[in-house]
């Protein structure tokens, strides 16, 4: 049974493009969560999605960041129009059922240059 | 806001001794998960406690949760040099959907 899946690992993008990072959920998840976390800082929940619908979208920032789960592949991710501040390692989890154990990926770490 | 807070933020001790770590929290919740993660990796799950449950056992780990304290402790016994790595504490409170909140983590060397 794979464990969460992320990729890409490693993401540079310029000023002003767009990146778009995929989480596949672990086998029989349908919950997914994003986190972003800053170098020595702890993970900052960003949404929470369960198939095709966002839950909780309340740590995602409201202008260039959006996120989806549709019913046939993975979770996405997407930054548009990146900025410096951007720059992090983000993460996502999935997890069978609200209130359960949730697994991690190994995250993707974005560079923005 | 912050509702996991971890103490101490940085732990070294030796390699066979126990290392002892606290996480509080602000809120009510559901349950509080423990992770652990290596420098610039993923996070791995270490153990889940219900809001219920008072003590849990997996191996080496050992995790306590007072609820009327708001506190939780996770204990590595006889520890190793490949535990060396950062350990959060995660908490979903109570009446709001199941996202994790964090807390800044701490850094454990245990030393060969």
């Known amino acids: 049974n794979a464990g969460v899946m992320q990729n890409p690992r490693h993401l540079v993008r310029r000023r002003g493009q767009e990146a778009r990072l995929r989480c596949s959920p672990m086998k029989g998840h349908s919950h997914v969560y994003w986190y972003r976390q800053l170098p020595e800082e702890g993970l900052k929940f960003m949404v929470y999605?369960?198939?095709?619908?966002?839950?909780?979208e309340s740590g995602m920032p409201k202008e260039r960041f959006s996120a989806e789960f549709p019913k046939e592949g993975p979770s996405i991710l997407r930054i548009q129009q990146v900025v410096r501040g951007d720059s992090a390692a983000y993460f996502c989890?999935?997890?069978?059922?609200?209130?359960?154990?949730?697994?991690f990926g190994q995250g993707t770490r974005l560079t923005v240059v | 806001s912050q509702q996991g807070e971890e103490d101490p933020q940085a732990l070294s001790i030796q390699e066979g001794e126990n290392a002892t770590m606290n996480c509080s929290y602000k809120?009510?919740?559901?349950?509080l998960q423990w992770y652990r993660q290596n420098s610039g990796r993923g996070l791995v799950h270490l153990i889940l406690?219900?809001?219920?449950?008072r003590e849990k056992h997996s191996g080496r780990l050992r995790v306590t949760l007072d609820t009327s304290k708001k506190s939780s402790s996770l204990l590595i016994t006889a520890s190793r040099a490949a535990d060396t790595a950062s350990y959060f504490c995660a908490t979903d409170a109570a009446g709001a959907n199941s996202k994790l909140t964090f807390g800044k983590g701490i850094t454990l060397s245990v030393r060969p």
């Open positions: 809120t009510s919740i559901n349950n």
């Open positions: 406690i219900r809001s219920n449950e």
């Open positions: 989890a999935s997890s069978r059922a609200p209130y359960t154990e949730a697994f």
């Open positions: 999605l369960q198939k095709e619908n966002i839950i909780d």
